[in-house]
């Protein structure tokens, strides 16, 4: 079955420090890859896709085919990047449906 | 565009009775879903509906029942709350399959005592 995993639940920095959220995915097929992030009393929003090999707001994405992950990272932390971010996993064009992982809040400190 | 809009905001029931949480969207999109969100569990999907017309189990739907009433509004209904339903409540849209950004609502807060 498809899973998402982020290990940390809590992730704290100081401002202008790297961040790297992981993410880790179990699926056998070719999945496409999402991270959302949803602000303080903000709707959730899509963040980026791994399709897109964008930056948004600084945050890469890498998908790692080897090691089923698709960590979430910034070089330089700003105070508004504190939030809750989900990753999520897309298996079938059929149905739209994602699977989410439990979720990191990033809280950044001045 | 208001987007994908939900209601009610908040809400507090009783053990036992019943509520429809509504959703709506005005982006012509082709399919909806709703999900809960708990603490620790990230968004888990109760039911979507892939296209007007139909709905499909998500990975946690029992204690609910859907309706896609037309192609904008997909209504969520709690038939008998239990605490463990407890919970926020998004519904998101796509503009149709294939396409796999999901836009979201802003959420129902539910409480059940």
């Known amino acids: 079955a498809q899973r998402v995993t982020q290990p940390e639940k809590l992730l704290s920095v100081f401002k202008g420090a790297p961040v790297e959220l992981k993410c880790n995915y179990s699926?056998?097929?070719?999945?496409?890859l999402f991270w959302y992030v949803q602000y303080s009393r903000q709707r959730l929003q899509l963040l980026l896709r791994?399709?897109s090999r964008e930056s948004i707001k600084g945050f890469t994405a890498d998908l790692n085919k080897g090691e089923t992950s698709f960590h979430l990272k910034k070089p330089f932390a700003q105070e508004e990047d504190s939030a809750m971010y989900y990753c999520?996993?897309?298996?079938?064009?059929?149905?739209?449906?994602?699977?989410f992982g439990q979720g990191t809040t990033l809280q950044v400190k001045p | 565009n208001a987007g994908v809009t939900q209601t009610p905001k908040f809400q507090v029931l009783k053990t036992g009775q019943s509520m429809t949480l509504q959703c709506a969207q005005d982006?012509?999109?082709?399919?909806m879903y709703w999900y809960r969100q708990d603490p620790g569990m990230g968004l888990r999907l109760i039911y979507y509906?892939?296209?007007?017309?139909?709905?499909d189990k998500g990975e946690v739907p029992n204690g609910y029942n859907v309706s896609r009433l037309n192609k904008r509004e997909f209504s969520l209904r709690l038939e008998s709350a239990a605490p463990s339903q407890t919970s926020v409540y998004f519904c998101?849209?796509?503009?149709?399959?294939?396409?796999?950004?999901?836009?979201f609502g802003p959420g129902t807060r539910l409480t059940v005592l």
């Open positions: 999520a996993l897309s298996w079938s064009s059929n149905t739209g449906k994602l699977i």
């Open positions: 699926y056998s097929g070719s999945p496409e």
């Open positions: 791994h399709i």
């Open positions: 982006m012509n999109h082709n399919s």
């Open positions: 509906s892939a296209s007007e017309g139909t709905t």
């Open positions: 998101a849209s796509i503009p149709g399959l294939g396409y796999n950004e999901q836009f």
